[in-house]
């Protein structure tokens, strides 16, 4: 079945680590997205790419950073920058033109 | 800036009862419209999905409908379940990107 892959579901961080979140798709999909949710502000738009090779900031980017070497793949480091970085995180894919986006299961990190 | 707003924040209503949750955007030039559904700790599911020349969709007992002019969007539930307890999210499609309201919680009570 085609849908996008998450890992790890829960993930706990020492202050002053970069951690990396996976987010993997099998939808040919050519459109990637990172959210950030946290309780009372919705989701916000960290980073998304468009094509292998470019991705652009979203409202939040400061503290992460993305890459996207393959159509599949676009993993998500937080960044020891990041002052607050515990958070839900959600991956989504969609073709450029959009019929609708598809969402991962989540990723939550703890700052312990 | 476009801003998503959804009211009522949460909403709570005994089983069998039909309800309507609200979205409304500032910004009309939108792509097209689509409702999720996210239970508890977990990701989001797709609902429904409004192309922006589109009207309505229907997927069994959910109902969406899209008024651009009016910057406004209904997602109609009828005979609602204590299964279609969850947090129901409303987002556009604005260059490129999915700008999302802040959600209603509905529990529906057996």
């Known amino acids: 079945d085609g849908g996008i892959t998450q890992s790890p579901k829960y993930l706990f961080r020492k202050e002053g680590q970069n951690v990396t979140l996976s987010c993997e798709q099998n939808l040919n999909h050519d459109a990637m997205y990172w959210y950030r949710q946290d309780p009372g502000q919705g989701l916000r738009l960290i980073y998304y790419?468009?094509?292998?090779?470019?991705?652009q900031k979203g409202d939040i980017a400061e503290g992460y950073s993305v890459s996207r070497e393959k159509k599949e793949s676009f993993p998500l480091t937080v960044t020891s920058a990041q002052k607050n970085p515990t958070a839900f995180y959600l991956c989504a894919s969609s073709m450029v033109s959009p019929s609708g986006y598809t969402f991962g299961s989540g990723t939550r990190l703890t700052v312990v | 800036k476009q801003e998503v707003t959804q009211i009522p924040a949460a909403l709570s209503v005994p089983e069998g009862e039909n309800l309507v949750l609200n979205c409304s955007f500032t910004d009309s030039a939108i792509y097209n419209l689509q409702w999720f559904r996210q239970d508890p700790g977990k990701g989001l599911t797709s609902l429904l999905l409004i192309q922006s020349s589109q009207r309505e969709q229907t997927s069994g007992r959910l109902n969406a409908s899209l008024d651009k002019s009016s910057g406004r969007s209904t997602l109609y539930i009828a005979a609602s379940q204590p299964g279609d307890s969850a947090t129901y999210l409303c987002a556009v499609v604005q260059g490129g990107k999915l700008i999302f309201g802040q959600g209603t919680e509905l529990s529906v009570k057996p």
């Open positions: 790419s468009q094509i292998v090779n470019d991705f």
